[in-house]
């Protein structure tokens, strides 16, 4: 759980300086170049490591159904940056997280009925989700509603819901037995073809040539570590366990919109956040009186 919640500080750091760059930068050759160098970074590691990143046929759907939706839920997640409040963007994705999870996960790996506690949280996080959706659009966030700002949030959602079926494939891949490396090394194909058909080839070295320290930034602090650090939380928790430490990544993002200019503290933001967090910590409390 220690490595979720690292996973929670380093991305919340991380899509906030996100926003603030890409208020001026090409977004789609950003993002292609961001995800190459995750990509490259992944298989290097695999390779040195020693595991072997070649797929089984067993495995073959698995890994086509994860790289279509971690390329919806990163280019989702990166674009809602871009229009709206980080705070609120990814209060969007972890107050869907739990609940599409929670009944994805008792779908797919037949777990049966979920305990009321799990039940009660997700309806809750689901309420806390919709107050978010009226903060945006009543002026009450920290930026102002603009012509794009509903764009931003309806890909945040869809963000929201692509994350909690990737949960779920990346724990059927490890129960398959691959690795984390295998997985990480494999994932983001999909995200690279669809961002070589929206980005303009033509201004790729340009944009290189200008901004390559701030992509590296955005493809290290954005992905690169904070996958590290989510994929072995995932290995060793529960899908539901892990989006409800990230449910407390809200609050974490609305501290580091202190250090972005652009953004204005919004009492309203905060008291979503600290709802998504009290959710999340009481039921984590309620697993862990089952457990104990």
């Not at 290097?44 to 890994?63: D, M, N």
Request: charged share 10%; proline share 3%.
């Amino acid at each position: 759980m220690l490595l979720v919640a690292l996973y929670v500080l380093v991305s919340a750091a991380g899509d906030v300086y996100a926003a603030a760059y890409f208020q001026q930068a090409n977004v789609w050759i950003t993002l292609l170049l961001s995800f190459a160098i995750v990509s490259v970074t992944f298989n290097v590691l695999a390779h040195r490591e020693g595991v072997a990143v070649r797929v089984g046929k067993s495995s073959s759907l698995a890994f086509v159904s994860l790289n279509c939706v971690t390329a919806i839920s990163w280019i989702g997640l990166f674009v809602g940056l871009k229009y709206a409040e980080p705070a609120i963007v990814v209060t969007f994705m972890v107050a869907l997280g739990p609940t599409a999870t929670a009944w994805l996960n008792a779908l797919i790996r037949g777990q049966g009925r979920l305990p009321k506690s799990d039940v009660v949280a997700s309806v809750l996080i689901a309420a806390v989700g919709s107050y978010m959706v009226w903060i945006a659009a009543s002026g009450n966030a920290g930026i102002e509603w603009g012509p794009r700002s509903s764009l931003g949030i309806f890909l945040a959602i869809v963000a929201g819901l692509s994350l909690s079926l990737t949960s779920i494939l990346v724990k059927l891949l490890f129960d398959r037995g691959l690795s984390s490396r295998q997985v990480l090394a494999h994932r983001f194909y999909g995200a690279i073809l669809l961002l070589l058909g929206l980005s303009d080839h033509s201004s790729i070295l340009q944009e290189l040539s200008q901004h390559w320290l701030a992509i590296v930034m955005i493809a290290l602090s954005t992905i690169v570590v904070p996958l590290l650090l989510v994929q072995e939380g995932i290995r060793r928790v529960e899908p539901f366990t892990v989006n409800m430490v990230l449910s407390t990544a809200p609050i974490i993002t609305f501290l580091f919109q202190y250090f972005d200019s652009r953004i204005v503290p919004s009492f309203y933001t905060l008291v979503g956040n600290v709802l998504i967090s009290a959710i999340a910590v009481g039921n984590l409390y309620f697993q862990y009186r089952r457990s104990a």
